[in-house]
């Protein structure tokens, strides 16, 4: 796990590659992929809006900041996601991840 050190570092905050299954059994962060992508299974259907909204959710819970620090800047009507986070420090959020690796 080594191998990579952050994911991205932003002026203000972090930004998260994120790939999503939908109709998991459980929420989970799968794994992080080659290109530091973060694979996340959640338990929502494949609906844009609740995938969306189950995926900050799940982010808020794992981090610890509240859902309006996340945006998502890309990826808003797909499974590939660009996931902007305000006010929280790379590293801070790199170990979250981390520690909640299923």
Request: hydrophobic letters at 40%; proline letters at 4%.
């Amino acid at each position: 796990m080594n191998g990579f050190k952050k994911f991205s570092d932003g002026i203000h905050g972090a930004a998260l590659a994120i790939r999503i299954t939908p109709r998991a059994s459980q929420n989970e962060i799968v794994s992080v992929l080659n290109d530091r992508t973060i694979k996340i299974r959640l338990k929502t259907s494949p609906n844009e809006d609740d995938m969306n909204s189950s995926l900050i959710n799940f982010l808020s819970f794992v981090i610890g900041v509240p859902p309006g620090n996340f945006n998502i800047v890309a990826g808003e009507n797909g499974r590939d996601k660009l996931v902007s986070i305000d006010q929280v420090d790379m590293d801070f959020v790199h170990q979250k991840i981390l520690e909640n690796l299923a």
